[in-house]
């Protein structure tokens, strides 16, 4: 099976004083401001780390969903937290972490499974697997 999933950037104006603005083809961004101040300033808007970020707390919770049920858990409640650093790499920049914090809620699963299975996850989610960056995982199943 391929999928093929799409988004567009479109950006007026220098890097520092411009503006842009993405979509997706599911319509779940459509025109979604981004900046030089949304990026680095914090302003209202998007930026592509957050987006990355988001991509892969999605794409690894439900990758460890999968994995629990191949091994006979349903999970009340999987929470995760993507933290992606952007770093100066020379004149540009580098993403060069993707931190996942994972809480966990799963009724008869020990946490030595748990963390088996989560760090599985972690090593096979597609995104996990596109990214070249240092990627660490802190779990924990909770009663």
């Known amino acids: 099976m ?3 999933r799409k988004a567009s950037a479109v950006w007026r104006g220098t890097g520092r004083d411009g503006s842009g603005a993405l979509s997706s ?3 779940v961004l459509s025109d979604t401001p981004y900046s030089f101040k949304t990026r680095f300033e914090g302003d209202p808007g998007t930026n592509p ?3 990355i970020a988001a991509a892969h707390a999605g794409c690894f919770t439900m990758a460890l ?3 629990l049920q191949r091994a006979g858990f349903t999970p009340d409640e999987l929470s995760t937290e993507a933290a992606v650093s952007l770093d100066q790499d020379g004149a540009g920049f580098k993403i060069s972490r993707s931190a996942l914090t994972l809480r966990g809620k799963v009724p008869g699963l020990d946490e030595a499974k748990f963390l088996e299975l989560a ?3 972690e090593q096979n989610c ?3 697997k596109v990214l ?3 990627i660490t995982l802190d779990a924990r199943l909770e009663p």
Request: proline fraction near 5%; aromatic fraction near 4%; glycine fraction near 14%.
């Open 2 to 4: 391929k999928m093929i």
């Open 25 to 27: 083809g599911s319509g």
């Open 49 to 51: 780390e957050e987006l």
């Open 65 to 67: 969903a999968f994995g």
């Open 119 to 121: 760090h599985d996850a």
């Open 126 to 128: 597609p995104v996990s």
């Open 132 to 134: 070249n960056a240092e």
